[in-house]
């Protein structure tokens, strides 16, 4: 199947709603207090889990914030352009990753510490 813009753009749509779902419930799940128990490994795990879960909602709210921003580059008509470079990003690209940011050329230069060269 080729890739379309339009599908695209409706499986941001599909992620940006789980993802929102997801925050959801971690939220509630962060209110959930340690110390309450009777003993101290109860509550060494209690504070775990709630580091875990905070490591996570993080997560989920940069994945959300990506996500959120490849829809505004829809609006704003630039959807699929390199942030780094203002190239076309590779369509497979798009299609693997609809909220990708960058090519994989400046993505990997990104990822190595700039080690490599961009040719455009």
Same mark, same amino acid.
Do not use: W
């Given at each position: 199947?080729? =890739?379309?813009?339009?599908?695209?753009?409706?499986?941001?749509?599909?992620?940006? #709603?789980? &993802? !929102? +779902?997801?925050?959801?419930? @971690?939220?509630?799940?962060?209110?959930?207090?340690?110390?309450?128990?009777?003993?101290?490994?109860?509550?060494?795990?209690?504070? =775990?889990?709630?580091?875990?879960?905070?490591?996570?909602?993080?997560?989920?709210? #940069?994945? &959300? !914030? +990506?996500?959120?921003?490849? @829809?505004?580059?829809?609006?704003?008509?630039?959807?699929?352009?390199?942030?780094?470079?203002?190239?076309?990003?590779?369509?497979?690209?798009?299609?693997?990753?609809?909220?990708?940011?960058?090519?994989?050329?400046?993505?990997?230069?990104? +990822?190595?510490?700039?080690?490599?060269?961009?040719?455009?």
């Amino acid at each position: 199947m080729p =890739f379309s813009y339009q599908r695209a753009k409706r499986e941001l749509l599909e992620e940006q #709603a789980k &993802l !929102e +779902e997801q925050l959801q419930q @971690l939220e509630v799940a962060e209110y959930e207090s340690v110390g309450y128990s009777n003993h101290m490994a109860d509550d060494g795990t209690d504070a =775990f889990d709630q580091a875990v879960g905070m490591a996570l909602k993080h997560k989920v709210e #940069a994945s &959300l !914030e +990506e996500v959120e921003r490849a @829809l505004a580059k829809f609006d704003n008509g630039i959807y699929g352009i390199c942030e780094a470079c203002g190239a076309r990003i590779d369509r497979a690209r798009l299609e693997v990753l609809p909220q990708a940011m960058c090519c994989l050329d400046c993505q990997e230069r990104h +990822e190595h510490g700039g080690t490599r060269t961009v040719s455009h």
